[in-house]
């Protein structure tokens, strides 16, 4: 009686503007994207891998008593 609630509205939602024909292509877009920003970042930890190996071998050669 006090608990009882209202049933769910259902309607039928019908896009104005909705074009099959550019959904593919759409979906193909964004996948492109994705995979595009996914490759470009891949060598900036290579570079950064590099530069603290170049660190730590400097560090060592300076302790060592090579770089005095």
Known sequence: MFFRRPPYRKFEYLPRFYEPDKDP???FKRRF???RR????????????????AIIIYVYLFLSGVLR
Do not use: D, L
Request: aromatic share 10%.
């Open 33 to 35: 994207e994705t995979e």
């Open 38 to 53: 996914a490759h470009r970042k891949k060598p900036r930890p290579v570079i950064v891998w590099g530069v603290i190996f």
């Open 25 to 27: 292509a759409e979906k």
